[in-house]
Nanobody, 115 residues
Framework: QVQLVESGGALVKPGGSLRLSCVASGVNFSSKVMAWYRQAQGQQRELVTFIDNDGTTTYTSSVRGRFTISRDNAKNTCYLQMNSLKPEDTAIYHC?????????WGQGTQVTVSV
């Protein structure tokens, strides 16, 4: 089965840091553009960042300079380093491709930024 498993979410204080991991199985990982998405309560899912299979990265403006996406193809893993976290970063974070097609969505990992 194709599976995406996210981990690393936690409750952190504003200004704190987290590193999320996404382990993919059942896919040709190295051929995929991998992305992180987030969905805040009551909001639609938004694209946060993605990394091409050549290592090129792209970020939405709200996280640029604070978040870093990376990948380790040997481990079939994509990471999201999140620094200087803000309350508005609170969301469930998912990994996936850029679509066409999406892989089955994993459970995501909850990031909560609060005092």
């Amino acid at each position: 089965q194709v599976q995406l498993v996210e981990s690393g979410g936690a409750l952190v204080k504003p200004g704190g840091s987290l590193r999320l991991s996404c382990v993919a199985s059942g896919v040709n990982f190295s051929s995929k553009v991998m992305a992180w998405y987030r969905q805040a309560q009551g909001q639609q899912r938004e694209l946060v960042t993605f990394i091409d299979n050549d290592g090129t990265t792209t970020y939405t403006s709200s996280v640029r300079g604070r978040f870093t996406i990376s990948r380790d193809n040997a481990k079939n893993t994509c990471y999201l380093q999140m620094n200087s976290l803000k309350p508005e970063d609170t969301a469930i974070y998912h990994c996936n491709t850029l679509g066409s097609p999406f892989l089955p969505w994993g459970q995501g990992t909850q990031v909560t930024v609060s005092v």
